[in-house]
T-cell receptor, first 117, second 113 residues
Framework: NAGVTQTPKFRILKIGQSMTLQCTQD?????MYWYRQDPGMGLKLIYY???????DKGEVPNGYNVSRSTTEDFPLRLELAAPSQTSVYFCASQYGQGEGGARYEQFFGPGTRLTVL | AQSVTQLGSHVSVSEGALVLLRCNYSSSVPPYLFWYVQYPNQGLQLLLK??????LVKGINGFEAEFKKSETSFHLTKPSAHMSDAAEYFC???????????FGAGTTVTVRA
């Protein structure tokens, strides 16, 4: 199993440009998440999904959009990039099925380092 | 809502010394607790977790943590630090009925030779 994969690893955007961060998992996990990591701030949840076709906002969703058309893929879209979106972005997935599923851990991808200039 | 406080953003220890990383949480319901480690330029990797049962949990690389409900704490320890333990460590909490994790701000560990 490759686990959770993310592309690209690095990207530099100009202000106002758009891009999609790709995330794929091969563990057949229902739950998927997008986080951003800023120095000294831990990880903040941007969006999450509990299954194909179902997404919801996390703590910091402004400026981002997601879709979940398949179990495997959970892309994150940045529209009109701003310097405040300079960060490291992590995708994660987790097994979850009904009551008791919350005890399972999340598996993280290697991250995408994004700089907006 | 739950929150996670990690005391100390940076910890420096000598090789062979005790590593102690502190984590306190607030949660309105019994929580699930996790410690993750992040090595430079990598994603997060699970060290250990507490769900139910024994309150002292053992993880990978010689780490362990103890859940103390009365103190709302889940401190991480390792008896003898190794150079390879240099990394950032995150405590995370989840309510039993929620699939979202709340992370602490992280503690960076430096190991001195």
């Amino acid at each position: 199993n490759a686990g959770v994969t993310q592309t690209p690893k690095f990207r530099i955007l100009k202000i106002g440009q758009s891009m999609t961060l790709q995330c794929t998992q091969d563990m057949n996990h229902n739950y998927m998440y997008w986080y951003r990591q800023d120095p000294g701030m831990g990880l903040k949840l941007i969006y999450y999904s509990v299954g194909a076709g179902i997404t919801d906002k996390g703590e910091v969703p402004n400026g981002y959009n997601v879709s979940r058309s398949t179990t495997e893929d959970f892309p994150l879209r940045l529209e009109l990039a701003a310097p405040s979106q300079t960060s490291v972005y992590f995708c994660a997935s987790q097994y979850g099925q009904g009551e008791g599923g919350a005890r399972y851990e999340q598996f993280f991808g290697p991250g995408t380092r994004l700089t907006v200039l | 809502a739950q929150s996670v406080t990690q005391l100390g953003s940076h910890v420096s220890v000598s090789e062979g010394a005790l590593v102690l990383l502190r984590c306190n949480y607030s949660s309105s319901v019994p929580p699930y607790l996790f410690w993750y480690v992040q090595y430079p330029n990598q994603g997060l990797q699970l060290l250990l977790k507490y769900t139910t049962g024994a309150t002292l949990v053992k993880g990978i690389n010689g780490f362990e943590a103890e859940f103390k409900k009365s103190e709302t704490s889940f401190h991480l320890t390792k008896p003898s630090a190794h150079m390879s333990d240099a990394a950032e460590y995150f405590c995370a909490v989840r309510r039993g009925d929620d699939y979202k994790l709340s992370f602490g701000a992280g503690t960076t560990v430096t190991v001195r030779a």
